[in-house]
Protein backbone atom coordinates (compact mmCIF):
# COMPACT_ATOMS: atom_id res chain seq x y z
CA UNK A 1 0.00 0.00 0.00
CA UNK A 2 2.76 2.58 0.75
CA UNK A 3 4.84 1.75 -2.38
CA UNK A 4 1.32 2.10 -4.54
CA UNK A 5 1.11 5.81 -2.69
CA UNK A 6 4.96 6.15 -3.43
CA UNK A 7 4.81 5.63 -7.22
CA UNK A 8 2.05 7.06 -7.46
CA UNK A 9 3.10 10.57 -5.83
CA UNK A 10 6.01 10.63 -8.41
CA UNK A 11 3.94 9.21 -11.57
CA UNK A 12 1.86 12.23 -11.04
CA UNK A 13 4.21 14.92 -10.84
CA UNK A 14 4.02 15.25 -14.65
CA UNK A 15 0.29 16.54 -14.22
CA UNK A 16 1.19 19.05 -11.60
CA UNK A 17 0.74 22.80 -11.73
CA UNK A 18 3.26 25.14 -12.22
CA UNK A 19 6.77 23.96 -13.84
CA UNK A 20 7.73 20.68 -13.94
CA UNK A 21 11.30 21.00 -13.10
CA UNK A 22 10.56 23.08 -10.06
CA UNK A 23 8.00 20.06 -8.89
CA UNK A 24 10.73 17.43 -9.46
CA UNK A 25 13.43 19.27 -7.62
CA UNK A 26 10.19 19.64 -4.77
CA UNK A 27 10.30 15.98 -5.01
CA UNK A 28 13.49 15.22 -5.10
CA UNK A 29 14.02 17.68 -1.69
CA UNK A 30 11.03 15.73 0.10
CA UNK A 31 12.48 12.10 -0.70
CA UNK A 32 16.02 12.83 0.71
CA UNK A 33 14.33 14.70 3.62
CA UNK A 34 12.11 12.39 4.55
CA UNK A 35 14.15 9.03 4.01
CA UNK A 36 17.07 11.01 6.17
CA UNK A 37 14.84 11.75 8.97
CA UNK A 38 13.08 8.55 8.93
CA UNK A 39 16.24 6.37 9.84
CA UNK A 40 17.17 9.20 12.85
CA UNK A 41 13.22 9.44 13.89
CA UNK A 42 12.73 5.70 13.79
CA UNK A 43 15.66 4.75 16.55
CA UNK A 44 14.43 7.75 18.74
CA UNK A 45 10.46 8.07 18.26
CA UNK A 46 9.76 4.54 17.26
CA UNK A 47 8.89 2.45 14.05
CA UNK A 48 5.13 2.52 14.31
CA UNK A 49 4.83 6.40 15.02
CA UNK A 50 7.20 7.54 12.29
CA UNK A 51 5.11 5.47 9.67
CA UNK A 52 2.07 7.01 10.74
CA UNK A 53 3.48 10.36 11.42
CA UNK A 54 4.72 9.66 7.59
CA UNK A 55 1.12 8.29 5.85
CA UNK A 56 -0.73 11.07 7.81
CA UNK A 57 1.63 13.57 6.38
CA UNK A 58 1.18 12.78 3.11
CA UNK A 59 -2.23 12.37 3.40
CA UNK A 60 -2.90 15.86 4.44
CA UNK A 61 -1.08 17.75 2.11
CA UNK A 62 -2.41 15.39 -0.71
CA UNK A 63 -5.72 16.81 0.41
CA UNK A 64 -4.16 20.22 0.57
CA UNK A 65 -2.69 19.73 -3.09
CA UNK A 66 -6.34 19.21 -4.22
CA UNK A 67 -8.04 21.89 -2.59
CA UNK A 68 -5.80 24.66 -2.54
CA UNK A 69 -4.79 26.55 -6.07
CA UNK A 70 -2.11 28.14 -5.56
CA UNK A 71 1.04 27.05 -7.84
CA UNK A 72 3.66 28.04 -4.67
CA UNK A 73 1.14 25.85 -2.14
CA UNK A 74 0.94 23.02 -4.28
CA UNK A 75 5.12 23.00 -4.47
CA UNK A 76 5.06 22.93 -0.56
CA UNK A 77 2.16 20.11 -0.83
CA UNK A 78 4.13 18.25 -3.03
CA UNK A 79 7.73 18.19 -0.91
CA UNK A 80 5.51 17.35 2.37
CA UNK A 81 3.46 14.63 0.84
CA UNK A 82 6.86 13.07 -0.63
CA UNK A 83 8.77 13.82 2.26
CA UNK A 84 5.96 11.75 4.63
CA UNK A 85 5.67 8.92 2.06
CA UNK A 86 9.53 8.50 1.48
CA UNK A 87 9.71 8.52 5.44
CA UNK A 88 6.93 5.62 5.54
CA UNK A 89 8.46 3.69 2.56
CA UNK A 90 11.94 3.97 3.89
CA UNK A 91 10.91 2.73 7.97
CA UNK A 92 8.51 -0.17 6.07
CA UNK A 93 11.56 -1.87 4.93
CA UNK A 94 13.12 -1.56 8.76
CA UNK A 95 9.74 -2.12 10.26
CA UNK A 96 8.77 -5.68 8.33
CA UNK A 97 11.69 -8.03 8.80
CA UNK A 98 11.01 -7.56 12.56
CA UNK A 99 7.44 -8.10 12.53
CA UNK A 100 7.32 -11.22 10.56
CA UNK A 101 9.31 -14.69 11.09
CA UNK A 102 11.80 -15.52 8.77
CA UNK A 103 10.21 -17.75 6.39
CA UNK A 104 7.14 -15.35 5.64
CA UNK A 105 9.63 -11.82 5.68
CA UNK A 106 10.30 -11.44 1.91
CA UNK A 107 6.49 -12.01 1.04
CA UNK A 108 5.07 -9.46 3.49
CA UNK A 109 7.39 -6.81 2.10
CA UNK A 110 5.84 -7.31 -0.89
CA UNK A 111 2.64 -6.41 -0.20
CA UNK A 112 2.99 -3.83 2.38
Known amino acids: MI ?5 GIILNL ?3 KGSFYITCFCSFAGEITGELSSGFLAGSLG ?7 GCFLCGIS ?3 YTL ?7 YVCIYFATLGIAGAFNVK ?3 TPELYPNKWKYIF ?3 N
Open 3 to 7: GSVFY
Open 14 to 16: AYS
Open 47 to 53: RIKVLCM
Open 62 to 64: MIF
Open 68 to 74: LDSVVIN
Open 93 to 95: FIY
Open 109 to 111: VDY
